[in-house]
Each structure stands twice: as C-alpha cells, then as structure tokens.
C-alpha cells in the first residue's frame, strides 16, 4: 500500500494573525462614529426619568502609539438629539408624565 504525498506548512499563528490586523481593526487615523446612550434615573428603586441621547464622536487615533500622549482633547463630540420622560406629581397628589424633548443642532 503507498500513500500519497504530504506537504506540510507553517500557518500563521494567532500572534502574527492579530499582528497583521492592527491598522485594519485599530486605526491611528482620525475617525468618526456614532453613539446611543440610554439612561434610568431610579429613586427608591421607581424609575422617575428616563433620558435618551445620540450624537456623533470624533476621535483623532483609536489607540496611542508609544510616544503619543493621550490628552483630554483628542475628542470631540455632537449632541444630535436628546428626549426625556419623566414622572411628576401635582399639588393634588396626582401623577402625571412630562415630555421634554430638546433638539439639538
């Protein structure tokens, strides 16, 4: 019986794999994303607001090299649009919700 022939190579390793993606996945470029953040405001553990708000962030590199010093302003960031609800009691004692809903531009 004769088998066939076999070559062997050597794959990348996981190291050199991580290695080669760093300037696709982590960019030293200046960039622009987006953001959604959603808050709940709770007090004796009832939600009294909640807040949604979006904007846009820009950053001037992702990571820092070696060298590279990370001040507080490599960052800017937009407010785009912001709402809250919340709950309010009246004189009388009733509950009623309150809309804010701020746009900002």
């Known amino acids: 019986m004769e088998l066939d022939e076999v070559v062997l190579i050597q794959p990348k390793s996981l190291w050199n794999k991580i290695r080669d993606s760093l300037e696709s996945n982590y960019k030293l470029t200046p960039f622009k994303e987006r953001f959604f953040l959603l808050c709940v405001l709770r007090k004796n553990g009832a939600i009294v607001r909640i807040q949604d708000i979006a904007g846009k962030l820009s950053r001037k590199t992702m990571l820092y090299k070696k060298?590279?010093?990370?001040?507080?302003?490599?960052f800017e960031f937009e407010i785009t649009h912001m709402r809250k609800v919340g709950i309010e009691k009246t004189?009388?004692?009733?509950?009623?919700?309150?809309?804010w809903n701020n746009l900002i531009r």
């Not at 060298?67 to 490599?74: A, C, E, I, L, R």
């Not at 004189?91 to 809309?99: L, R, V, Y």
């Open 91 to 99: 004189a009388k004692g009733n509950t009623k919700f309150k809309i």
């Open 67 to 74: 060298g590279m010093d990370p001040d507080k302003s490599d």
